[in-house]
Structure formats: structure tokens, C-alpha cells
């Protein structure tokens, strides 16, 4: 009897020590973190499906932090931000413009010091780095990602004229009055809804060969030279020179309606960024029918003032409820998956992720190896010159859309704009 009562004992005494470890270990498991689900902001209406595979492979290797990528139209997209913003909501990450638009965010309180988050931020080029940064050296956006300025056009159009691509503005000019002889719509651009475009793509990029790129931005910038001076009125009548070429309907033609008219090849050119390869993809357009070409030169032996702007960065609400998965999306955002993925999926996108991604489309090849002999600038506009609202965007597209439609001469909209900065 004593012998079973031992086994007894040594029964109970094992069954309650492996409850006990049980307990002990259940207790001392990790516990899956809480799903999030993170709200990323963009003016890219045009992106979403591409974004969202690009935010999968995100979500891949955090399997409890989905992204969910809301998009408003470029026009009134730092409104409806803002206002969310300032009410202490708003979403979790915001792609910010550079310079004066983005730094507005973070001087209103919005945004998160991601000086100290940013992996290898020394290694940024200054330019990115600097357009999301305080001249204290706080940086409240990661670059993301820049984009370029040029000309696209029909090869069929092209070929049907024997017309070679123009490397200067007479021969740039001289294939505008052939394809206009011949019965042809020249330009697919409008003045309508697309105002914006005259003056950030039109006149930034065909117009800083003439008004001088960087040199004349600085310029302008320190005020030592005026818009009013003879450079940038020359830039002003380039711009102003193209008004013949234009659509019938040009008034009123409006920014979708111009890339659909390019895009089924109702109009031999197409002055636009280099965002929009992906849109004239999704309307059927490739690198087999369609090609491009940089600003042409002023005259031979030039050399290229090439708008490469600093497009977006990536900012964090500073009032998100999930901050941590947010910084760890924008430290993903910093790397080379990131990168890649974004210039394969939206190919006219430049990653400025330092030494990590390459273009992979022939077209966003082509512009990206423009850079290399090139004297590269931004838009005008964009540094110092937009921090009033209006500001000087916004009067430059006015002025713009105003010369195109005979409200001004380009001298007055060039005095207009002027009198305003």
C-alpha cells in the first residue's frame, strides 16, 4: 500500500508541475500582434492598382499591417489633407510635394521628424534630400521619388512624314509646320481644366532651354533677375509660339481628354511628364507605337536645361493612431524592394533611394539617360516662390492658361506673374 500511495503522490506531483509549465509557457508567448490597417494619401489617381501591388510585397513581410491607398485628384488634394490634418486625423502616411508644398506640412505641426529614421540618409543626393528638409537639417519627408519632362510622339505619324526626332528648337518647329500642313493634329494639348500643365510641364520643361535652368531658378529665387528680363520672355513666346499647333478645341480640351487623344493616335505629339508612360500604357500606347524626346535644345551645340523634378516624398502623421507600423513602412519605403518595385510598376517614376533600383522600361530609360548630359533643374516655382497661397504656381498657371487663350501677350502674362512674387 505504501509503494502505490508513492506512485500516487508522484502522479499528482508530475501532473501538477507539467500544468504549471503549460501555463508558464502559454503565458510567456509572444502574443500576434493587433492587425493595422495603415491609410497612405496620394494625388496619384491615376496609380492605385500599381501602388497596391507594390504595397503587397510591403505586407508580404509584415503579414499585421495592410496599406490602404487613398487617392484625391492633384488640384485639391492639400485641402482635403490639411483639413483632415487639422483636425487631428487625416491618414497615416502622406506622399508630400517637395519644397515649399511639403515643408508647409510640416511647418503647421502635422508631420514627424524622420531625420533619425531614414536609413543611410548621408548617402541621399542633396538635391532630394533638400527638398524635404528645414534648414536646421530636420528632414520630415524620405524621398521617394522624381520625375522628368519631355516630349512623346507617334512613331507611326512620325514614319508616315519622314520625320526624325528634333534635337533643336528649328527642327523641333520645322516638324510642327509639316505635320500642320498636312492636316494633322500637332500637340494634344489643352488650356481647359489643365492649366497646371502649361506652366509645371509646358513651360518648365520646353521653356527652361530658353530662360536659362537652374542659374536663371537661383536667380529668380534671390531676386537678381525678374520674369519680366528677356530670357524669360523668350521662354514665355516658345511656349506661346506652339498655340497653332494645338487641337481645335484646345480652350476647353481638358487634361484625360488630351492623353486619350495622344494615346489613340489622333495627335502626333504629346507634351508631358514622364509619370504618364503608365497611362498611355493602360490606354494601349507602348514603347512599339510611341517615343519621346527631350526638350530641344535652343539651338545646336547647347547644352540641355532638363527638368528632373523632386516629385514626393513620403511624410508621417504625426497624430496617427499606429505610428510605429507607419515608421516601419517608411523605412521599408527607404530600401531597395521599395525602389525596384515602384520604378517596374510605375515605370517614369525615379527612385531616389540611393544606388538601389534601375529603369526598366525602354521609355523611362530613355529619359533617364538624358540626365547624364544634361544640366539638371526643377520646377520653377516650386522653392521659395509658392509659400503664399495663391503663390506663384498658381499665378503661372493662370498667366499661362491666360496667353493661351488671348487674355494676355506673353510679355503682360510674364509682367503679371511678376508683380505678384
Known amino acids: 500500500m505504501k509503494t502505490l500511495q508513492n506512485i500516487k503522490t508522484t502522479k499528482s506531483f508530475l501532473l501538477i508541475s507539467l500544468t504549471l509549465l503549460f501555463i508558464s509557457g502559454f503565458a510567456g508567448c509572444k502574443k500576434t500582434a493587433d492587425p493595422?490597417?495603415?491609410?497612405?494619401?496620394?494625388?496619384?489617381?491615376?496609380?492605385?492598382?500599381?501602388?497596391?501591388?507594390?504595397?503587397a510585397?510591403?505586407?508580404?513581410a509584415n503579414p499585421d499591417i495592410t496599406i490602404r491607398f487613398e487617392t484625391h485628384d492633384p488640384i485639391p488634394y492639400d485641402g482635403i489633407i490639411k483639413s483632415d490634418l487639422a483636425k487631428g486625423s487625416g491618414a497615416?502616411?502622406?506622399?508630400?510635394?517637395?519644397?515649399?508644398?511639403?515643408?508647409s506640412y510640416y511647418d503647421s505641426g502635422y508631420l514627424l521628424d524622420l531625420t533619425r529614421v531614414i536609413p543611410n540618409l548621408t548617402s541621399y543626393a542633396h538635391v532630394p534630400l533638400m527638398a524635404w528638409s528645414t534648414e536646421g537639417g530636420v528632414t520630415y519627408g524620405a524621398p521617394s521619388v522624381g520625375v522628368t519632362h519631355g516630349i512623346y510622339y507617334n512613331k507611326s505619324i512620325f514614319a508616315k512624314y519622314n520625320i526624325s526626332e528634333p534635337a533643336t528648337w528649328s527642327e523641333?518647329?520645322?516638324?510642327?509646320?509639316?505635320?500642320?500642313?498636312?492636316?494633322?493634329?500637332?500637340?494634344?494639348?489643352?488650356?481647359?481644366?489643365?492649366?497646371?500643365t502649361l506652366n509645371r510641364v509646358v513651360f518648365c520643361g520646353l521653356g527652361a532651354n530658353f530662360y536659362g535652368g537652374e542659374t536663371a531658378r537661383q536667380?529668380?529665387?534671390?531676386?537678381?533677375?525678374?520674369?519680366?528680363?528677356a530670357n524669360f520672355i523668350e521662354a514665355f513666346n516658345a511656349v506661346y509660339s506652339l498655340k497653332k499647333y494645338l487641337p481645335k478645341n484646345f480652350e476647353t480640351l481638358g487634361y484625360e481628354a488630351s492623353k486619350v487623344m495622344f494615346a489613340s493616335g489622333k495627335a502626333a505629339m504629346f507634351i508631358g511628364g514622364s509619370w504618364e508612360i503608365s497611362v498611355f500604357e493602360g490606354l494601349g500606347a507602348n514603347s512599339s507605337t510611341i517615343g519621346w524626346f527631350a526638350p530641344p535644345v535652343k539651338k545646336?551645340?547647347?547644352?540641355?536645361?532638363?527638368?528632373?523634378?523632386?516629385?514626393?516624398?513620403?511624410?508621417?502623421?504625426?497624430?496617427?493612431?499606429?505610428?510605429?507600423?507607419?515608421?516601419?513602412?517608411?523605412k521599408w519605403a527607404a530600401g531597395s524592394e521599395y525602389?525596384?518595385?515602384?520604378?517596374?510598376?510605375?515605370?517614369?517614376?525615379?527612385?531616389?533611394?540611393?544606388?538601389a533600383a534601375a529603369p526598366t522600361n525602354p521609355l523611362a530609360q530613355k529619359m533617364f539617360n538624358a540626365a547624364a548630359n544634361a544640366t539638371l533643374t526643377v520646377r520653377l516655382m516650386d522653392e521659395k516662390?509658392?509659400?503664399?497661397?495663391?503663390?506663384?504656381?498658381?499665378?503661372?498657371?493662370?498667366?499661362?492658361?491666360?496667353?493661351m487663350l488671348g487674355t494676355f501677350t506673353p510679355e503682360a502674362a510674364a509682367a503679371y506673374v511678376q508683380g505678384k512674387l
Open 36 to 55: 493595422v490597417e495603415l491609410v497612405f494619401s496620394s494625388w496619384r489617381i491615376d496609380d492605385v492598382d500599381e501602388m497596391n501591388r507594390v504595397n
Open 57 to 60: 510585397l510591403f505586407t508580404k
Open 92 to 103: 497615416d502616411i502622406i506622399f508630400l510635394w517637395s519644397y515649399d508644398k511639403g515643408r
Open 172 to 196: 523641333f518647329i520645322a516638324a510642327c509646320d509639316k505635320l500642320l500642313l498636312a492636316g494633322e493634329t500637332v500637340i494634344a494639348q489643352g488650356a481647359g481644366d489643365n492649366s497646371w
Open 219 to 229: 536667380a529668380l529665387i534671390a531676386k537678381t533677375m525678374k520674369l519680366t528680363d
Open 300 to 330: 545646336a551645340g547647347d547644352k540641355l536645361q532638363y527638368c528632373f523634378q523632386v516629385d514626393a516624398a513620403i511624410g508621417i502623421n504625426k497624430n496617427s493612431k499606429n505610428p510605429d507600423a507607419a515608421l516601419e513602412y517608411v
Open 339 to 355: 525602389a525596384q518595385a515602384v520604378m517596374t510598376e510605375l515605370p517614369g517614376f525615379f527612385s531616389y533611394t540611393p544606388g
Open 385 to 403: 516662390l509658392n509659400l503664399t497661397t495663391p503663390g506663384g504656381d498658381a499665378w503661372m498657371n493662370e498667366a499661362l492658361q491666360g496667353m
